[in-house]
Structures are given as structure tokens and as C-alpha cells.
């Protein structure tokens, strides 16, 4: 397990973190992506931990909390001491019926807080993220907030996650012109069949040097490689998330040319066609850390061999080559006037 700085500061996190979205699931969309009882969520916390991860991501909107009242419960079960362990959980979505309890207000912010310390029966949280981006609250009432829990010691790091690259940039510069807690990192969907954020947030995260946190590096499981495109376009051998939980959207006839590349190099290597994803993911100079999550050890197991797996350049030109992004304005007159200064 590697070990790299989150952005711009001197945290060190693994290069997997463990994702707990499968935690505490009970009816509706979170019982569809997982149902994780204390003692199940033990031994994958046990075993990621045994495996060198560091780094633990939740959120209060989880199972309705039950996620991080579950990872709470399991590092005290565990006997996992603070300082071993990075902790990061989000605040933005609905956690009740009223009007401000949600999104990225003040008010939300230092409640949720509070709620999510409780839950985890913790005294900080070492990354507090805002998890979708509020249209209704200014960008800086949401970044003063998260400034004054990081004065108060209740929360240590901050971060974004799912916003827009004109977005992040406009916080980083109010963060910086009022001197405020900077921000660290983006949590962001990125696949070999997603690859979207190529076009603007990966050339701003680089710019500004935050760091990148991957969510559903499989696809919602599509890239296991379990599922196969049927007559009629959808899919067959739909019995894992896909099946009652069909997100993110997946393009299915791009999907098929990336599975075909990496089922030859999943077979030539002797791996999973899971852990080729994963790899791919592990040599983008853009990613700090990949979040995977398991109903089960030797699915987590299999995740983490995956940083075993060294691609090379053939490999990655392979890859590359079926599921890179097609020619988009303004990026292609870019490219073309930036060869005048090359």
C-alpha cells in the first residue's frame, strides 16, 4: 500500500480508501446498495486496516447515519487508535424534511456537524466535505462555515465533492482572498468508461493542485466484468447493485470495446477484469486516492490486490485507446493553437 499527500498539505492517506456506503443499508435505495451489519462492517474495517488503508470515507446521509454510526462503533470495536486512521464524511443532502436541513448553509453546516461527531463518537473529523454544490447558499457562507469548525478543532481538512470545475476554482479563490481553511480535494466519479472529468476538472485539479478522490471506480460494479450487453442494449447477469441500483449511467456500447480490452489483459495478466480497472485508475498521475466498497471480504480482498498490478505502457495505450474521450470544443482549439507555443 502507497501512501500519498492529499493537495496541498501534509496528510498522508492511502492510495485505496475504504468506502462505507454499504453499511447499515435497510429499505430503499440504501438497503439496494448494501445491508452491512456491525459485526460484517467489522471485519471489513479489520481487513482494510490489516491491508495498510488509512483512509475511511462516510457520509451522515448513508443509511440515514447508520454508516457512520457503524464505522464509529467498529473502530472502537477494533481498538483503533485515533491517530491510525483518517476519517472523512460529508454534509449536503436532505437529513430531514425542513427546508434547511440540507444543503450548504451555515446553519446545516455546524448542525450536521455536531450530529456527525455524535454518530461516530469522535472529537474531529480529519475531512469534512460538502457533498453536492447548493445553488442557494453563496459559495462563501459554505466556506466560512467550514473555516469556523476548522478554528473550533471539530474538523481538521475540508473538501468538495461533485462540483463543477468553475465551481471549485470560484471557492478556492474566496477561500484564498479571505483567508480562509483551504481546501484540499475534490471527491469525483472517474472510470475508464467515465471519463468526463478529462475535459475540465482534471486540467484544474492539477493547476490548483488538489487532490483527486475516486468514487465508484467500478462503475456501480459494471467494470467487474459480470455483466454482458443483450440484445435489446441493456444488461444480462444483473444480480449484484446494477440489478435493483442502476447508477452511475453507464454507455453501454463504449462499455462493451473497454470490457473486451480489459478481459484480454485480465486474462493475459491472471487477474480480475476489477483489479484492471482499479490499476488504471492507480496510474493517473490525477489520483490520490481510490474509495472501494465491499459487501463482502474476498470482494475487498480483491480490490486491494489490485495495487499489485502494474500496467505498462502498451497496457495503458491499450486501454487508453478505447475509451478515450471523443474531440469536444473548446478542448480540441486548445490543443491546436497551443502547439504555436510549444
Not at 483518517?86 to 449536503?92: G, S
Not at 472517474?190 to 465508484?216: C, N
Not at 478505447?322 to 478542448?331: I, K
Request: aromatic share 6%; proline share 4%; glycine share 10%.
Amino acid at each position: 500500500m502507497r501512501y500519498r499527500p492529499l493537495g496541498p498539505s501534509g496528510l498522508f492517506v492511502s492510495e485505496l480508501c475504504l468506502g462505507t456506503m454499504t453499511f447499515g443499508g435497510d429499505e430503499g435505495i440504501w438497503g439496494q446498495i448494501g445491508r452491512l451489519d456491525q459485526q460484517e462492517a467489522d471485519e471489513l474495517v479489520k481487513a482494510a486496516l490489516d491491508a495498510g488503508i488509512n483512509f475511511i470515507d462516510t457520509a451522515n446521509v448513508y443509511a440515514e447515519g447508520r454508516s457512520e454510526s457503524i464505522l464509529g462503533q467498529s473502530l472502537r470495536n477494533l481498538g483503533v487508535a485515533r491517530d491510525d486512521v483518517v476519517v472523512a464524511t460529508k454534509v449536503f443532502g436532505a437529513v430531514g424534511t425542513g427546508p434547511n436541513q440540507r444543503g450548504a448553509s451555515r446553519r446545516h453546516i455546524l448542525s450536521a456537524c455536531q450530529t456527525s461527531l455524535s454518530r461516530l463518537g469522535l472529537d474531529h473529523i480529519d475531512l469534512y466535505q460538502i457533498h453536492g454544490f447548493d445553488p442557494k447558499t453563496p459559495i462563501a457562507e459554505t466556506l466560512e462555515a467550514l473555516d469556523t469548525l476548522v478554528r473550533h478543532g471539530h474538523v481538521r481538512y475540508i473538501g468538495l465533492s461533485n462540483w463543477a470545475a468553475w465551481q471549485v476554482v470560484k471557492a478556492v479563490g474566496i477561500a484564498e482572498a479571505r483567508k480562509l481553511a483551504p481546501l484540499l480535494s475534490l471527491q469525483a466519479y472517474y472510470t475508464l468508461i467515465g471519463r468526463d472529468l478529462e475535459r475540465e476538472i482534471v486540467p484544474m485539479l492539477k493547476a490548483e493542485g488538489l487532490g483527486l478522490m475516486v468514487w465508484s471506480p467500478l462503475a456501480g460494479g459494471y467494470l467487474s466484468g459480470k455483466y454482458q450487453r443483450d440484445a435489446a442494449g441493456g444488461l444480462t447477469g444483473a444480480d449484484g447493485r446494477r440489478a435493483t441500483f442502476d447508477f452511475p449511467p453507464v454507455n453501454v456500447e463504449r462499455g462493451e470495446a473497454a470490457l473486451a480490452v480489459m478481459r484480454r489483459l485480465a486474462e493475459t495478466r491472471k487477474v480480475t477484469v476489477a483489479q484492471i480497472a482499479l490499476a488504471w485508475l492507480l496510474h493517473q498521475e490525477v489520483v490520490t486516492t481510490v474509495i472501494i466498497g465491499a459487501k463482502r471480504a474476498d470482494q475487498l480482498a480483491d480490490n486491494i490486490a489490485a495495487t499489485q498490478v502494474s500496467l505498462d505502457a502498451d497496457e495503458l495505450l491499450a486501454l487508453d485507446a478505447a475509451t478515450r474521450l471523443p474531440a469536444e470544443y473548446p478542448g480540441w482549439m486548445l490543443e491546436r493553437q497551443g502547439t504555436i507555443r510549444a
